[in-house]
Protein backbone atom coordinates (compact mmCIF):
# COMPACT_ATOMS: atom_id res chain seq x y z
CA UNK A 1 0.00 0.00 0.00
CA UNK A 2 1.09 3.32 -0.60
CA UNK A 3 1.62 6.00 1.17
CA UNK A 4 -1.04 9.17 1.45
CA UNK A 5 2.36 11.03 1.52
CA UNK A 6 2.41 9.80 -2.68
CA UNK A 7 -1.02 10.99 -3.92
CA UNK A 8 -0.48 14.66 -1.67
CA UNK A 9 1.85 15.89 -4.79
CA UNK A 10 -0.82 15.11 -6.94
CA UNK A 11 -3.61 16.89 -5.48
CA UNK A 12 -1.45 20.40 -4.98
CA UNK A 13 -0.49 20.03 -9.21
CA UNK A 14 -4.06 19.13 -9.87
CA UNK A 15 -5.10 22.33 -8.28
CA UNK A 16 -3.10 24.75 -10.01
CA UNK A 17 -3.32 22.89 -13.14
CA UNK A 18 -7.39 23.15 -12.62
CA UNK A 19 -6.87 26.40 -12.07
CA UNK A 20 -5.10 27.24 -15.82
CA UNK A 21 -7.80 25.38 -17.49
CA UNK A 22 -10.90 27.82 -16.03
CA UNK A 23 -8.31 30.27 -16.48
CA UNK A 24 -7.90 29.24 -20.37
CA UNK A 25 -11.38 28.85 -20.41
CA UNK A 26 -12.76 32.18 -18.77
CA UNK A 27 -10.28 34.47 -20.70
CA UNK A 28 -11.17 32.30 -24.20
CA UNK A 29 -14.87 33.17 -23.34
CA UNK A 30 -14.22 36.89 -22.73
CA UNK A 31 -12.38 37.32 -25.73
CA UNK A 32 -15.15 35.74 -28.00
CA UNK A 33 -17.78 38.42 -26.01
CA UNK A 34 -15.48 41.24 -26.75
CA UNK A 35 -15.46 40.27 -30.59
CA UNK A 36 -19.07 39.67 -30.57
CA UNK A 37 -20.09 42.91 -28.86
CA UNK A 38 -17.06 44.90 -31.29
CA UNK A 39 -18.74 43.09 -34.55
CA UNK A 40 -22.23 43.86 -33.37
CA UNK A 41 -21.04 47.97 -32.47
CA UNK A 42 -20.38 47.88 -36.38
CA UNK A 43 -23.28 46.22 -37.92
CA UNK A 44 -25.46 48.50 -35.25
CA UNK A 45 -23.89 51.48 -36.77
CA UNK A 46 -24.17 50.52 -40.17
CA UNK A 47 -27.74 49.62 -40.04
CA UNK A 48 -29.19 52.30 -37.53
CA UNK A 49 -29.03 55.82 -39.78
CA UNK A 50 -31.55 53.21 -42.39
CA UNK A 51 -33.23 52.19 -38.98
CA UNK A 52 -33.79 55.69 -38.16
CA UNK A 53 -34.75 56.70 -41.81
CA UNK A 54 -37.41 53.91 -41.94
CA UNK A 55 -38.56 54.43 -38.25
CA UNK A 56 -39.56 57.95 -39.41
CA UNK A 57 -41.47 57.17 -42.34
CA UNK A 58 -43.12 54.39 -40.77
CA UNK A 59 -43.99 56.66 -38.03
CA UNK A 60 -45.75 59.33 -40.55
CA UNK A 61 -47.80 56.80 -42.00
CA UNK A 62 -48.93 55.62 -38.55
CA UNK A 63 -49.52 59.39 -37.78
CA UNK A 64 -51.51 60.25 -40.52
CA UNK A 65 -53.78 56.16 -40.32
CA UNK A 66 -54.24 57.21 -36.16
CA UNK A 67 -55.23 60.85 -37.70
CA UNK A 68 -57.34 59.51 -40.19
CA UNK A 69 -58.86 56.77 -37.28
CA UNK A 70 -59.78 59.71 -35.46
CA UNK A 71 -61.49 61.83 -37.86
CA UNK A 72 -63.56 58.76 -38.93
CA UNK A 73 -64.36 57.90 -34.94
CA UNK A 74 -65.36 61.67 -34.49
CA UNK A 75 -67.48 61.74 -37.75
CA UNK A 76 -69.30 58.40 -36.08
CA UNK A 77 -69.76 59.69 -32.88
CA UNK A 78 -71.12 63.15 -34.27
CA UNK A 79 -73.85 60.68 -36.08
CA UNK A 80 -74.60 59.17 -33.16
CA UNK A 81 -74.92 62.41 -31.20
CA UNK A 82 -77.84 63.05 -34.27
CA UNK A 83 -79.02 59.72 -34.21
CA UNK A 84 -79.79 60.64 -30.02
CA UNK A 85 -80.98 63.66 -30.38
CA UNK A 86 -83.96 62.47 -33.59
CA UNK A 87 -84.38 59.74 -30.86
CA UNK A 88 -84.75 61.87 -28.13
CA UNK A 89 -87.24 64.26 -30.39
CA UNK A 90 -89.00 61.00 -31.32
CA UNK A 91 -89.53 60.02 -27.56
CA UNK A 92 -90.59 63.73 -26.66
CA UNK A 93 -93.29 63.43 -29.54
CA UNK A 94 -94.32 60.23 -28.80
CA UNK A 95 -94.79 60.66 -24.99
CA UNK A 96 -96.60 64.14 -25.97
CA UNK A 97 -99.11 62.18 -28.19
CA UNK A 98 -99.48 59.50 -25.59
CA UNK A 99 -100.45 61.91 -23.30
CA UNK A 100 -103.30 63.78 -26.14
CA UNK A 101 -104.52 59.72 -26.30
CA UNK A 102 -105.15 59.54 -22.66
CA UNK A 103 -106.99 62.68 -22.58
CA UNK A 104 -109.09 61.62 -25.91
CA UNK A 105 -109.88 58.84 -24.00
CA UNK A 106 -111.22 60.13 -21.29
CA UNK A 107 -113.12 62.43 -22.41
CA UNK A 108 -114.49 59.66 -24.61
CA UNK A 109 -115.18 57.50 -21.57
CA UNK A 110 -116.78 60.37 -19.76
CA UNK A 111 -118.99 60.73 -22.77
CA UNK A 112 -119.75 57.09 -23.15
CA UNK A 113 -120.71 57.22 -19.55
CA UNK A 114 -123.06 60.07 -20.06
CA UNK A 115 -124.62 58.70 -22.90
CA UNK A 116 -125.62 55.37 -20.78
CA UNK A 117 -127.05 57.62 -18.31
CA UNK A 118 -128.87 59.27 -20.64
CA UNK A 119 -130.04 56.43 -22.28
CA UNK A 120 -130.83 54.66 -18.97
CA UNK A 121 -132.89 57.95 -17.76
CA UNK A 122 -134.82 57.87 -21.52
CA UNK A 123 -135.57 53.40 -21.30
CA UNK A 124 -136.37 54.54 -17.53
CA UNK A 125 -138.96 56.71 -18.89
CA UNK A 126 -140.69 54.85 -21.50
CA UNK A 127 -141.09 52.22 -18.49
CA UNK A 128 -142.76 54.57 -16.86
CA UNK A 129 -144.81 55.61 -19.71
CA UNK A 130 -146.19 51.97 -20.31
CA UNK A 131 -146.49 51.19 -16.80
CA UNK A 132 -149.26 54.06 -16.76
CA UNK A 133 -150.84 53.11 -20.13
CA UNK A 134 -154.01 50.75 -19.79
CA UNK A 135 -153.29 47.07 -20.89
CA UNK A 136 -155.61 46.96 -23.82
CA UNK A 137 -153.46 50.29 -25.14
CA UNK A 138 -150.16 49.29 -24.25
CA UNK A 139 -150.90 45.82 -25.93
CA UNK A 140 -151.62 47.64 -29.61
CA UNK A 141 -148.40 49.47 -29.07
CA UNK A 142 -146.68 46.28 -28.22
CA UNK A 143 -148.47 44.26 -31.12
CA UNK A 144 -146.37 46.50 -33.83
CA UNK A 145 -143.02 46.52 -32.31
CA UNK A 146 -140.23 44.10 -33.02
CA UNK A 147 -140.24 40.86 -31.04
CA UNK A 148 -136.74 41.54 -29.41
CA UNK A 149 -137.02 45.26 -28.63
CA UNK A 150 -140.86 44.57 -27.47
CA UNK A 151 -139.36 41.68 -25.03
CA UNK A 152 -136.71 44.14 -23.34
CA UNK A 153 -138.96 46.73 -22.14
CA UNK A 154 -141.42 44.03 -20.91
CA UNK A 155 -138.99 42.39 -19.03
CA UNK A 156 -138.71 46.05 -17.62
CA UNK A 157 -141.71 45.86 -16.51
CA UNK A 158 -143.24 45.37 -13.20
CA UNK A 159 -144.17 41.30 -13.47
CA UNK A 160 -148.20 42.11 -12.85
CA UNK A 161 -148.61 45.04 -15.80
CA UNK A 162 -146.23 43.04 -17.68
CA UNK A 163 -148.57 39.65 -17.40
CA UNK A 164 -151.65 41.63 -18.36
CA UNK A 165 -150.14 42.85 -21.21
CA UNK A 166 -148.63 39.62 -22.43
CA UNK A 167 -152.30 38.58 -21.98
CA UNK A 168 -153.86 41.18 -24.50
CA UNK A 169 -151.48 40.39 -27.37
CA UNK A 170 -151.66 38.06 -30.33
CA UNK A 171 -150.65 34.94 -28.84
CA UNK A 172 -148.03 34.09 -31.19
CA UNK A 173 -146.80 37.50 -30.53
CA UNK A 174 -146.93 36.61 -26.51
CA UNK A 175 -144.87 33.46 -27.51
CA UNK A 176 -142.17 35.13 -29.79
CA UNK A 177 -142.04 37.83 -26.61
CA UNK A 178 -141.50 34.89 -24.23
CA UNK A 179 -139.43 32.76 -26.47
CA UNK A 180 -137.03 35.86 -26.64
CA UNK A 181 -137.32 36.45 -22.74
CA UNK A 182 -136.34 33.02 -21.39
CA UNK A 183 -133.67 32.56 -24.02
CA UNK A 184 -131.94 36.16 -23.47
CA UNK A 185 -129.20 34.72 -21.12
CA UNK A 186 -129.50 30.97 -22.02
CA UNK A 187 -125.54 31.23 -23.94
CA UNK A 188 -124.36 33.47 -20.71
CA UNK A 189 -120.93 31.28 -19.70
CA UNK A 190 -121.02 29.87 -16.46
CA UNK A 191 -117.99 29.41 -15.46
Partial sequence: MKSSRGYRWLGAYGLSILAVILLGAGMSRLGLGIAVVLAGEGVAQEAAPELAAGDGQNLGELFETLRAREEALDARAAQLDERADALRSAEAELSRQLDALTEAEAQLAATLKMTETASEQDLQHLTTVFESMKP?????????????????????????????????????????????????????PTR
Avoid: C, K, N
Fill in 136 to 188: AQAAELFQQMDIDFAAGFIARLRPEIAAELLSGLDPMVAYGISAVLAGRHART
